[in-house]
């Protein structure tokens, strides 16, 4: 079994910043891609970045662009998620995400965390 445990989530005043960390352990092989999610109140789950396996190369949803940094520390299984200039609109439940292979012949899945609350409000 494979699982996800987020941390660092947590209430922070508008322009705050906050880190996020996600570590995955179990019988993992290979993990390829890991990201973040998110999903605020009445409103689908959106991905905010996501990293490849080689840490080298990130994509980030618009909005988050220029204040979020997503890193990723292969050998702890660790994905990071650098938040600043924070914005009330960022209040969400932020989800890692990860596409883990647990073992050398066997397909990837992808896992989920169970969430951490991040609320920004003064």
């Known amino acids: 079994q494979v699982q996800l445990v987020e941390s660092g989530g947590g209430l922070v005043q508008p322009g705050g910043s906050l880190r996020l960390s996600c570590a995955a352990s179990?019988?993992?092989?290979?993990?390829?891609?890991m990201g973040w999610y998110r999903q605020a109140p009445g409103k689908q789950r959106e991905l905010v970045a996501h990293i490849l396996s080689g840490s080298s190369s990130a994509d980030y949803a618009d909005s988050v662009k220029g204040r979020f940094t997503i890193s990723r520390d292969n050998a702890k299984n660790t994905v990071y998620l650098q938040m600043s200039s924070l914005k009330p609109e960022d209040t969400a439940v932020y989800y890692c995400?990860?596409?883990?292979?647990?073992?050398?012949?066997?397909?990837?899945?992808?896992?989920w965390g169970q969430g951490t609350q991040v609320t920004v409000s003064s």
């Open positions: 995400n990860a596409d883990i292979a647990p073992s050398r012949f066997g397909p990837p899945v992808v896992y």
């Open positions: 179990g019988s993992i092989f290979r993990i390829n891609t």
